[in-house]
T-cell receptor
Framework: DAKTTQPNSMESNEEEPVHLPCNHSTISGTDYIHWYRQLPSQGPEYVIH???SNVNNRMASLAIAEDRKSSTLILHRATLRDAAVYYCIPRPYNQGGKLIFGQGTELSVKP | DTEVTQTPKHLVMGMTNKKSLKCEQHMGHRAMYWYKQKAKKPPELMFVYSYEKLSINESVPSRFSPECPNSSLLNLHLHALQPEDSALYLC????????????FGPGTRLTVT
């Protein structure tokens, strides 16, 4: 399984953009990069995923480095509801689709 | 309906009890998962079911026994647990394949006394 490195914690101000980095230098060419988040007292929630190209959805954008060894989750305007632990997860195609969670980044948002 | 439901929300059991956790989804997903999450730690995968068959067991002790009676239901039978098994137990489901997202339930908070 590819190992990931994320900052333990980050802080943001409300309504400002947030860039959450993730290093996954051992990722293989067929691993999708998934991001999930877990709000306090809730189960994890899917945010976004991609393979090679940058991706956008209603929640966030995902920027993937050209060599795929790192990626950045971008929240365009942080809200208080975005305070959560964010997990970056390389997902191997040949391991039954399992998700292996790393330590994640705890994002706090200040009003 | 994109919801995964789990019952009960909370469970307290003694070390000699037998209990079961239940998970249900009606999204037509054919992959279902059990995760265990200790406080302040990330979720850890326990079991994966694909088309109602157990496909992955992450070396989980036999006191945890999963069951998938049909494509919508997933159970986790608990017997002779230890206090260190106290945790949040999360169920998830997805379409099969790595490009699909997993939908998680809210979890069952288990306390073993």
């Amino acid at each position: 399984d590819a190992k990931t490195t994320q900052p333990n914690s980050m802080e943001s101000n409300e309504e400002e953009p947030v860039h959450l980095p993730c290093n996954h230098s051992t990722i293989s060419g067929t691993d999708y990069i998934h991001w999930y988040r877990q709000l306090p007292s809730q189960g994890p929630e899917y945010v976004i995923h991609g393979l090679t190209s940058n991706v956008n959805n209603r929640m966030a954008s995902l920027a993937i480095a050209e060599d795929r060894k790192s990626s950045t989750l971008i929240l365009h305007r942080a809200t208080l509801r975005d305070a959560a632990v964010y997990y970056c997860i390389p997902r191997p195609y040949n391991q039954g689709g399992k998700l292996i969670f790393g330590q994640g980044t705890e994002l706090s948002v200040k009003p | 309906d994109t919801e995964v439901t789990q019952t009960p929300k909370h469970l307290v059991m003694g070390m000699t009890n037998k209990k079961s956790l239940k998970c249900e989804q009606h999204m037509g997903h054919r992959a279902m998962y059990w995760y265990k999450q200790k406080a302040k730690k990330p979720p850890e995968l326990m079991f994966v079911y694909s088309y109602e068959k157990l496909s992955i067991n992450e070396s989980v002790p036999s006191r945890f026994s999963p069951e998938c009676p049909n494509s919508s239901l997933l159970n986790l039978h608990l017997h002779a647990l230890q206090p260190e098994d106290s945790a949040l137990y999360l169920c998830a489901s997805s379409q099969r394949g790595v490009s699909y997202e997993q939908y998680f339930g809210p979890g069952t908070r288990l306390t073993v006394t």
